[in-house]
């Protein structure tokens, strides 16, 4: 009997891990909202598509194909080991959308990196920030030279690089760093920028780790920082989430403060705790306002445009988001931290 029963588990296993798998963003149709509202009588904006928790986000492409040999697999499994947990994200932070259309996404309270991929049709984790050592406190995340991919972990002070498949292949800034949490990269000139919060500075180092220049000292005049968060680069401009100066400050490639964005108030628009910050192709920027739940719009001169959040989006709205990135295909991400998911909205042009 129990060579019966291994034997069926094994035929189980291989049909289903044969049956392809695609990635849904789990959005009911009743969710399907657009920014402004329709009673706002304005153009629609962006539209909501969902949102990324974990395994769940992972449907057999035929439900009906094999539904029974699941349940059965199921059914088996629970008899061996117990009903297991399904991997969910749990206090997700920032993240990147990869050349083969990969989501990224680090998470501070896992440990570790979630690998979203849609081709693939699966979800991996990738815990090792070297050999020897696993993540700690997994922050900002960009792609790095080749196919490689960096990640800041803020506990560990370093910056690590990893391969496609998240193999470690080595690290940047030990010693140099005291609390590294954002990071961007300038693709054409080989830069990595580095937002050391504890350092209240932007350190820029080469793909090759070594560190090239310092931007910044604490202070709020232009271009002095006050724990600086995230960061993002977009065509010859260095945003950064200027957090505890209630500011997004935009720095050209020679380090020269050139952009402000926000100002510190109690309205919507206004900026009290900004974390991430992204911007899109079309030149519109896009901000964490965390103290208020809510995703900021403005256009590339730094005029306020509208809010994302709120009631509009599937569980009531963020819950003190952290990173926002945005990909080639005009979709708009926020690692909404304290709800444990990745809200996803599609950009429908205009502004």
Known sequence: MK???????????????????????DAAPQQAR??????????????????LLGESNFHAKNPEAGGNGRKLLAWIVGLAQGRERPVTLQRPQAGVVDHAGRVLVTDVSRNAVYVFDEAQGKLDVWEQATRRERFAAPIGIALGRGSEILVCDADLGRVFRLAADGTPLG?????????????????????????????????????DGRLLAT??????????????????????????????????????????????VGERGLYVGNLVRPKGVAADDEGNLYVVESMHDTLLVFDRTGRFLMPLGGSEIEGGGF??????WVDQRGR???????????????FLGGH
């Open 171 to 207: 690290e940047i800034g030990a010693g140099l760093l005291q609390r590294p949490t954002g990071i961007a990269r300038d693709a054409q000139n080989g830069r990595i920028f580095v937002a050391d919060t504890h350092a209240h500075a932007i350190k820029v180092f080469d793909d």
């Open 319 to 324: 819950y003190l988001p952290a990173g926002v």
């Open 215 to 260: 931007w910044g000292q604490r202070g709020d005049g232009p271009g002095e920082l006050n724990y600086p968060t995230h960061l993002a680069w977009r065509e010859g401009l260095l945003l950064v989430a200027d957090s505890m100066n209630a500011r997004i400050q935009g720095f050209d490639g020679q380090g020269r403060p050139v952009l402000r």
């Open 34 to 51: 657009v920014f402004p509202p329709p009673q706002t009588q304005e153009v629609p904006r962006y539209r909501y598509l969902g949102q």
């Open 332 to 346: 708009v991400f926020v690692a909404d931290m304290f709800n444990g998911r990745v809200a996803v909205f599609q």
């Open 3 to 25: 060579r019966l029963l291994a034997a069926t588990l094994v035929l189980l296993l291989a049909a289903c891990a044969s049956e392809p798998r695609v990635l849904q963003f």
